[in-house]
Every structure is written in C-alpha cells, then in structure tokens.
C-alpha cells in the first residue's frame, strides 16, 4: 500500500492573493485538512472554493490527534496542515505532529509560503544576514524583562511577535533591558490594508505608539537590533558582570573592577561600555 504524506502548508497573513498556486493545488488534493481553528480556515477554503474536509488540530489536541493522522497517512491518505495565518510551527501548533510522523518515518512536505517575520524582517532595514526569531515574549512583566536582559549581548537582529494590548509595555520592557538608544523596528498589520512600519530608538518609537492609537491595533512583528558586535572577545561572563555593575557605578570604575577581577584591559571595556 502507498503511503501517504503530510503537507505543512503555509496561508496568508493578511493579503488572500498571497496564496501560492502549489498551496491551492495540494489543499484541493488532500483528503483532509488539519486546521487550527476550522471556523476561521473555512472562511478562506470557501474563498477558493476549496472542499476537502476540514479536522481542528490545534494545540490543545494535536497529540492526541496525531496518531489517527499517522495511521491515515500510513493508509495511504494525504493530509495537509494548516495554520490560521501564515507558515505552521512558527508560533503556530503543529510541532508534535510533524515530529511524531518523522519518528514514524512519514513523508513530510513543507511548502514555502507566506511568514510575517520574514516578510516584516525584510522590509526593516535592520541586518539580515543574522537573526533570532524569538516567538512571542511572556505576558509577565519579570518574565519579559528577563527574557530581554538574557538577549542584551546577542549580535544578531531580534525578532518577536507581539500582541497590541502589550506593545507599550514591551517597548518599555526593551528600554529597561536592552537601552532607550536601541534601534527597534515594529512592522504591523503587514500586507493588509493599514500596513505600517514604525522605525527609530526605543524611545522614538515608544512616543510614536503611545501617540497613534491606531499603531496599538494588529497583528505585530517586533524587531530589534542586535548588541555591538564583541570586538575585543571579551568573555561572556566578564560582560553579563560588566552590565550588571554599569547600573550601579560609574562606567570606568565598572570596567576596572571588572578588568581586574578577569585580568583583561580595562580600556576594552570601557569602550565596550560607551
């Protein structure tokens, strides 16, 4: 018996033209459909005049849920994921799913497609050759500042996902943890109609936000710019007690005490400090 595959196939986010044709092509094809929430992907297979039956495998179910898919799979029936928005397992459910049918050694095809942090980082003008895509930050106020502060040194462009009931509070969470001359990037409701791009300092954009309501409204990509690169290969645990004593002392009595305690020059960190 032929053996079946798993699809993980990205929708819009926003734009519905942004479908690609393989995307229509395998969604009309597939015996099921395994969307996040069947209410809301209905309303764009119906758009498509798409008709393949619709299962809810969400995160609440979908391990339970996948090994009924498996064994469909394994009987020869193929099986598309869907998402509500956007490419599957990026913020999105689906990870137990696709691990379970690789362990069980199921074809898994993944199509590209539409994703906010690509489509949002691309568009930035912050530098693209690294980037940590970081999901969502937490809700909790300590949690998100510690998040933050654990990413002060990281090089590379920062990107989240964030709720607009938060985004002030992040802002400010990002001022606290990373500093208010950090470059931050907030591309917002990207490919629909009210599309924006929110560029400057933290401090820049947090007045930006503050003074726009509508700017605290849809879908966001957060994206920050990474720490000055470490250019005289200061140890990482000289630099998380540097930042720890710059708050406290003045900067060239931090690097001293920090110079001395990790034999290192404190001209370097001095530097690294300004």
């Known amino acids: 018996m032929k053996t ?11 734009n519905l033209n942004d479908i690609t044709l393989r995307a229509l092509e395998v969604l009309r094809s597939v015996d099921v459909i ?37 064994q469909r799979i394994q009987e020869g029936q193929s099986i598309a ?30 199509l590209p497609g539409a994703c906010a942090a690509i489509t949002a980082l691309s568009a930035s003008g912050l530098p693209t050759d690294r980037f940590l895509f970081c999901g969502f930050l ?20 920062l990107v989240f996902y964030e709720a607009p009931r938060r985004i002030l509070d992040t802002l400010a ?17 990207i490919t629909k109609q009210f599309e924006t791009y929110l560029t400057g300092t933290v401090t820049e954009v947090q007045e930006k936000v503050a003074a726009d309501t509508n700017q605290q409204r849809g879908e966001m990509v957060l ?6 690169a470490n250019e005289h290969n200061i140890p990482a645990e000289a630099l998380q007690l540097l930042n ?11 690097a001293k005490l920090v110079a001395s305690h990790y034999n290192l020059r404190a001209n370097d960190l001095y530097k690294h400090i300004i």
Request: with cysteine; glycine share 8%; net charge negative.
């Open 81 to 110: 994921l869907i998402s509500d928005a956007g490419t599957p397992l990026i913020s999105d459910p689906g990870y137990p799913l696709v691990n379970a049918c690789r362990n069980a050694g199921v074809p898994v095809v993944a």
């Open 173 to 189: 969470a990002v001022s606290e943890a990373l500093g208010p001359e950090r470059y931050v990037v907030i591309g917002r409701e």
């Open 34 to 70: 395994a969307a996040e929430d069947t209410r809301h992907s209905g309303v764009l297979l119906n758009h498509f005049g798409i008709e393949s039956t619709l299962w809810a495998v969400h995160e609440h179910n979908e391990r339970q849920k996948s090994e009924a898919i498996i």
């Open 138 to 157: 937490s809700p909790k106020q300590q949690a998100r500042l510690t998040a933050l502060q654990a990413l002060e040194d990281e090089t590379a462009t």
């Open 223 to 228: 994206m920050i710019a990474g720490a000055p």
């Open 244 to 254: 720890l004593l710059k708050s406290e002392v003045p900067p060239k009595k931090a």
């Open 4 to 14: 079946g595959t798993l699809y993980i196939v990205p929708t819009p986010i926003g």
